[in-house]
């Protein structure tokens, strides 16, 4: 039974896909980066690809495609769109000391 239209098809430009064909060969890159460049490019030369088609062609879950279908679709896909949107929260702190005002002894 063939897969049903996706509904997000984000718009890729001719320019970033040839950026993202670059950063899609780099070795030296976060490997989260690449792998979002290669779904980017995926859509680009195949709009119309299930979600779960690009996710087992790429070794991903069916919902990671989908997320980022979506958010490419509705903000617009850059470059910068390729990256983690910042997180809420305070940063997490690794005190050497403990914690405690005390000398530091206990690391």
Excluded at 14 to 27: C, S
Excluded at 78 to 86: E, H, I, N
Aim: net charge positive.
């Amino acid at each position: 039974m063939p897969s049903p239209y996706p509904m997000f098809q984000p718009q890729i430009s001719a320019e970033d896909g040839a950026a993202l064909q670059h950063l899609a060969r780099q070795t030296r890159v976060a490997h989260r980066l690449v792998q979002r460049a290669k779904l980017a490019l995926l859509l680009a030369a195949d709009p119309s690809i299930a979600s779960t088609v690009a996710a087992r062609q790429l070794g991903q879950h069916p919902n990671w495609v989908r997320d980022w279908r979506k958010r490419w679709t509705r903000e617009g896909f850059s470059l910068a769109g390729l990256a983690d949107m910042p997180r809420s929260g305070r940063p997490p702190v690794f005190s050497p000391s403990g914690g405690s005002d005390c000398d530091g002894h206990r690391l």
